[in-house]
């Protein structure tokens, strides 16, 4: 498969799901939409563990000795995580899709059809763009760690498209256009990453994306609600302690 097939997978997804929406989704049960979301919920703790154990990767422990891997990721995810919430990203994140929702939704228009398109193609591209499982799967597709973490979000995104265009048509549809450049454009900067780190520094990423990941599993299982998206600068600190254990090493 090639570099950036889980972002068109999702692409697909939503246009197909977005188009069953419009014809039929409105006599698909909220039980079986949240019997979907706990599977994939469960699946993506599996993928999570899997990415997390690469910590265990000998390119790493090569590189700043036996003991300190699982160190690295617990400094990341502390310091990104503290980094984050002080940044308030998660919060950030969220106050941007509710500003883009009310900046493009603008004054009432004259036809209604017009004011729905837009409510549909806005909300849909804050669910399916503004999210850590984006950039996690992106960037792991982008660095040649598989797209397994893009084809969950596929899935997701499918049967959220289809509850979607239910109610607000064919504007969920064109969200798969915002889909396809936000995470075509981190699958990008994954490749030109994956070409600059060595095998070291992309482990250590690798094995943060894991924890992070495991913080959305949770989320969608419902079990804890772990504000994943200020996280997310642990991905840069990991490949950074890498560097420096190595260096004192």
């Known amino acids: ?3 950036g097939i889980g972002t068109v997978v999702n692409v697909i997804t939503v246009l197909v799901g977005a188009t069953l929406g419009v014809l039929v989704g409105h006599r698909l049960r909220d039980r ?7 599977v994939i919920g469960l699946v993506t703790l599996l993928i999570a563990i899997m990415s997390a154990l690469t910590v265990r990767d000998h390119s790493l422990s090569d590189r700043v000795g036996s003991s300190a891997p699982v160190l690295i990721v617990l400094g990341a995810a502390l310091i990104g995580g503290i980094t984050g919430s ?3 990203i998660e919060d950030r994140l969220e106050g941007l899709g509710g500003w883009l929702q ?3 939704g603008g004054e009432r228009r004259l036809h209604e059809d017009r ?5 549909g193609f806005v909300s849909a591209s804050m ?3 503004v999210g850590p499982l984006t950039i996690l799967g992106a960037l792991s597709d982008g660095l040649g760690r598989g797209a397994d973490q893009l084809f969950l979000k596929a899935t997701l995104d499918g049967f959220t498209s289809i509850a979607f265009a239910a109610s607000l048509g064919w504007g969920v549809a064109a969200s798969a256009l915002v889909v396809l450049v936000v995470q075509g454009l981190i699958t990008a900067v994954g490749a030109a990453l994956g070409d600059v780190l060595p095998e070291a520094h992309v482990t250590a990423l690798t094995a943060t994306g894991g924890v992070l990941l495991l913080g959305v599993g949770l989320r969608l299982l419902k079990i804890k609600q772990i504000a994943v998206a200020d996280l997310l600068p642990a991905l840069v600190v ?4 890498v560097a420096l254990v190595a ?3």
């Open 86 to 88: 002080l940044l308030r």
């Open 32 to 38: 079986t939409r949240d019997l979907v979301t706990d």
């Open 115 to 119: 004011d729905r398109f837009v409510e």
């Open 238 to 241: 990991a490949p950074l302690l």
């Open 247 to 249: 260096a004192f090493r």
């Open 102 to 104: 009310r900046r493009l």
């Open 127 to 129: 669910v399916f763009c």
């Open 1 to 3: 498969m090639f570099v």
